[in-house]
Nanobody, 115 residues
Framework: QMQLVESGGGLVQAGESLRLSCVAS????????MGWYRQAPGKQRELVAS???????NYADFVKGRFTIFRDNAKTTVSLQMDSLKPEDTAVYYC?????????WGQGTQVTVSS
């Protein structure tokens, strides 16, 4: 069964931190580029960060220096550590797995940052 299950969203104040986690089935995790996207109300979904199976990372400019993506291969989990959160980081965050023709999304988790 191929699925992504996210956790860790919530409500925080500006400057605080949150960690999002996404558990993937092993068949996906071992071969996919794992990523986090976000979608704010009225805006398009956008890439936040991604990490390959070789631990090559890619970050959107708006999170560089604040967010860190990392994988735990033993737990088939990809996490996003979000520090120094800003109100403009408020969005639904989605876990994503890409491998060839496979393109899989999680259900999304809400992150709200108050000023």
């Amino acid at each position: 069964q191929m699925q992504l299950v996210e956790s860790g969203g919530g409500l925080v104040q500006a400057g605080e931190s949150l960690r999002l986690s996404c558990v993937a089935s092993e068949t996906i995790f071992s071969r996919a580029v794992m990523g986090w996207y976000r979608q704010a109300p009225g805006k398009q979904r956008e890439l936040v960060a991604s990490i390959s199976k070789y631990d090559h990372t890619n970050y959107a400019d708006f999170v560089k220096g604040r967010f860190t993506i990392f994988r735990d291969n033993a737990k088939t989990t990809v996490s996003l550590q979000m520090d120094s959160l800003k109100p403009e980081d408020t969005a639904v965050y989605y876990c994503n797995a890409k491998s060839g023709a496979l393109y899989l999304w999680g259900q999304g988790t809400q992150v709200t940052v108050s000023s």
